[in-house]
Structures are given as structure tokens and as C-alpha cells.
């Protein structure tokens, strides 16, 4: 080998170790996610949405972020002990959604910055002081206040004029929040529509109190977004179908499986937000002066396919105010 054909071999030789022994010692940023909700195909998808904006925001999962994964279900048990275990690896931040996951996570650190989504008004649940100066270690992403309760039944009521009964299906476990029902008692009173609240935990006693409301005539049913609700969509989607019972939902994944309309909040883009929240905090912000942010306004879909089923026509306003319409 020629003297200058062995110098470059030794050069490009170092060089290429040089970017091996960078690599080895690069920083890989540890995120710990403790999701309330089920590893099906919604959940991957949520979190696919998640992970494509680290990646546009150049957090790579196996380059330079790892990411450790808790599928907590419908379980508050199950949370307490994943939040637990999650803390104990010292991440350097936790991402989390729902109320009762960061109140799991507060119990374990007041230090590991917390970036929640799903969340509803954390100010009274106590995790932030306030949503512009969170202070603390939480900050995220929040759902509508308490009047989103009246909102939901108001836009039942304009597909469903004729609807005198309305069903409020909630989970047992989280308590309907007082200032929910109340929006929703407002409206109710104003539209002559009679309320029952219907707390549940059994998928079996659901289907049978559902059948009974709806015996008597212009009845329809407002679902409240809860780890049972959301879990179990598809068979209250199936049941309101089957009882032909006009129905509003919380999130947009309900109406893509056959719901009639729901209003509520963009999950995907809640979702990408959030990585927009950690990317910041990987690279120096602290959570306590970033704001928790609010939906600017509702998102509305509809399900026309649906709606010809029970025999509703959609109001042409309400079709140019949807977001989606779907079917």
C-alpha cells in the first residue's frame, strides 16, 4: 500500500471511530408514559400520533429518546403500582393521560416533570395552581370546563328536538362532577328535557338499565368520557343503536364506530401538543411556566348514516358547524 493511501485509511479509520464513540456516549433522554386506557387499536394509534411528533421534533426512539410504555386499562390499581414503578426508573420526564393518572404520578414525585393530556380542570384536582403560572412540576393539556355537560345535551336536543328523557352514563368510580351536572340540569330546564344519572362499573348491569330507559318514548342518552365509556365504546354505540336511541359522546372515536354526534376535544392533536411539551422540557423548559392549554373550540362530528338510521335529519347549521362529518 502506497504511503498516501495508508494515511487516509488511518484518517478515515480515526474519523469513523470519532462518530463511534460519540454515538456511544450520547444522551439518550428516557420518557415514561403511564396511559389509562387500553392497549387496543385506538390506544397504538393515540400513541403512534404521539411518537411521530417527537420524531418530526427529532426525538428518535432507539437514537437519541427511549420510551417506556404503561398500559394501565380501566385499573386505578393497576395505575398507582405502574406510576410507582415508573418513578423508581428516574425518566427524564413522565407523559400521562387522565385525572386519575397524574394524581398516581403526584403521589410518587413532586420533582420528575409530568406533561398530562385528557385531563379535567386540574386547578380544582389540585395539580397546578393555575393554568397560565402551573408552577410545580405539571403542566399539559386539559379538556372543556364544566359547561361542556350543557353543550353536549343542547346539540342532542337540536338534532332530536322531540327528546324528553335523557340518560347521563358515567363511570361509578370517578363521580359525575358537580359543576358537569349542573351545566347539564341548565340546559336540560331550558329544553324540558328530564335528566337521570346513571353511575357504572358492570358492562352487563349497563345493558340492562339502558334497556329499561328506554321503554318509554323520547329518551336518548349523553355518554361522560370516563376510562368505562371509553373502554367499553362499542357496546354502548351497540345498544344505543339497538334501543334506536339518539345518544351524544365525548370523543370523536365514538361516532367513527357508529355513534350518532360527539362534542369534545381533538385527541390526536392533544396528543401531538404534548410532544411539543416535552420536546421544550428535554431541551431546558420547566413545566411550571408553561401553561396549561385549554381547547379553543369544540370539536363537533356527526354521523349522517347514523342519523338516517333513527330517522333525524341533521340541521343544515349544525352540518356547517361540524368538524367531521362522517357515514
Given at each position: 500500500?502506497?504511503?498516501?493511501?495508508?494515511?487516509?485509511?488511518?484518517?478515515?479509520?480515526?474519523?469513523?471511530?470519532?462518530?463511534?464513540?460519540?454515538?456511544?456516549?450520547?444522551?439518550?433522554r428516557r420518557i415514561g408514559a403511564l396511559l389509562?386506557?387500553?392497549?387496543?387499536?385506538?390506544?397504538?394509534?393515540?400513541?403512534?400520533?404521539?411518537?411521530?411528533?417527537?420524531?418530526?421534533?427529532?426525538?428518535?426512539?432507539?437514537?437519541?429518546?427511549?420510551?417506556?410504555?404503561?398500559?394501565?386499562?380501566?385499573?386505578?390499581?393497576?395505575?398507582?403500582?405502574?406510576?410507582?414503578?415508573?418513578?423508581?426508573?428516574?425518566?427524564?420526564?413522565?407523559?400521562?393521560?387522565?385525572?386519575?393518572?397524574?394524581?398516581?404520578?403526584?403521589?410518587?414525585?413532586?420533582?420528575?416533570?409530568?406533561?398530562?393530556?385528557?385531563?379535567?380542570?386540574?386547578?380544582?384536582?389540585?395539580?397546578?395552581?393555575?393554568?397560565?403560572?402551573?408552577?410545580?412540576?405539571?403542566?399539559?393539556?386539559?379538556?372543556?370546563?364544566?359547561?361542556?355537560?350543557?353543550?353536549?345535551?343542547?346539540?342532542?336536543?337540536?338534532?332530536?328536538?322531540?327528546?324528553?328523557?335523557?340518560?347521563?352514563?358515567?363511570?361509578?368510580?370517578?363521580?359525575?362532577?358537580?359543576?358537569?351536572?349542573?351545566?347539564?340540569?341548565?340546559?336540560?330546564?331550558?329544553?324540558?328535557?328530564?335528566?337521570?344519572?346513571?353511575?357504572?362499573?358492570?358492562?352487563s348491569t349497563l345493558e340492562h338499565d339502558v334497556?329499561?330507559?328506554?321503554?318509554?318514548?323520547?329518551?336518548?342518552?349523553?355518554?361522560?368520557?370516563?376510562?368505562?365509556?371509553?373502554?367499553?365504546?362499542?357496546?354502548?354505540?351497540?345498544?344505543?343503536?339497538?334501543?334506536?336511541?339518539?345518544?351524544?359522546?365525548?370523543?370523536?372515536?365514538?361516532?367513527?364506530?357508529?355513534?350518532?354526534?360527539?362534542?369534545?376535544?381533538?385527541?390526536?392533536?392533544?396528543?401531538?401538543?404534548?410532544?411539543?411539551?416535552?420536546?421544550?422540557?428535554?431541551?431546558?423548559?420547566?413545566?411550571?411556566?408553561?401553561?396549561?392549554?385549554?381547547?379553543?373550540?369544540?370539536?363537533?362530528?356527526?354521523?349522517?348514516?347514523?342519523a338516517k338510521n333513527l330517522g333525524l335529519p341533521?340541521?343544515?347549521?349544525?352540518?356547517?358547524?361540524?368538524?367531521?362529518?362522517?357515514?
Amino acid at each position: 500500500m502506497q504511503r498516501r493511501d495508508f494515511a487516509r485509511s488511518v484518517t478515515v479509520l480515526g474519523f469513523t471511530g470519532l462518530i463511534a464513540a460519540a454515538q456511544q456516549h450520547r444522551r439518550v433522554r428516557r420518557i415514561g408514559a403511564l396511559l389509562l386506557m387500553v392497549e387496543d387499536d385506538l390506544g397504538r394509534s393515540r400513541l403512534a400520533v404521539f411518537q411521530r411528533r417527537l420524531d418530526e421534533l427529532g426525538w428518535r426512539s432507539g437514537d437519541n429518546i427511549s420510551l417506556d410504555v404503561r398500559w394501565a386499562g380501566d385499573d386505578y390499581q393497576r395505575a398507582r403500582g405502574e406510576a410507582a414503578e415508573l418513578v423508581r426508573t428516574t425518566p427524564d420526564v413522565l407523559f400521562v393521560l387522565g385525572t386519575g393518572g397524574v394524581a398516581a404520578l403526584l403521589q410518587q414525585t413532586r420533582t420528575i416533570p409530568i406533561v398530562f393530556v385528557q385531563v379535567t380542570d386540574p386547578v380544582a384536582a389540585g395539580f397546578v395552581t393555575s393554568l397560565s403560572a402551573p408552577g410545580g412540576n405539571v403542566t399539559g393539556f386539559a379538556n372543556f370546563g364544566a359547561s361542556v355537560g350543557g353543550e353536549r345535551l343542547r346539540l342532542l336536543h337540536e338534532i332530536a328536538p322531540q327528546l324528553h328523557r335523557a340518560l347521563i352514563i358515567f363511570e361509578a368510580d370517578t363521580p359525575l362532577q358537580p359543576g358537569l351536572f349542573r351545566s347539564t340540569e341548565q340546559v336540560a330546564a331550558s329544553v324540558g328535557v328530564q335528566l337521570t344519572r346513571e353511575g357504572v362499573r358492570d358492562a352487563s348491569t349497563l345493558e340492562h338499565d339502558v334497556g329499561e330507559f328506554a321503554r318509554e318514548p323520547n329518551s336518548g342518552l349523553v355518554i361522560v368520557q370516563g376510562l368505562f365509556t371509553t373502554k367499553h365504546r362499542e357496546r354502548i354505540v351497540a345498544l344505543a343503536a339497538r334501543h334506536r336511541l339518539p345518544a351524544v359522546y365525548p370523543l370523536a372515536s365514538f361516532v367513527e364506530i357508529g355513534g350518532l354526534v360527539s362534542y369534545g376535544v381533538n385527541v390526536p392533536g392533544m396528543w401531538q401538543d404534548a410532544a411539543g411539551y416535552i420536546n421544550r422540557i428535554l431541551r431546558g423548559a420547566t413545566p411550571g411556566t408553561l401553561p396549561v392549554q385549554e381547547p379553543a373550540q369544540p370539536e363537533i362530528v356527526v354521523n349522517l348514516g347514523t342519523a338516517k338510521n333513527l330517522g333525524l335529519p341533521i340541521p343544515a347549521g349544525l352540518q356547517a358547524r361540524a368538524t367531521k362529518v362522517v357515514g
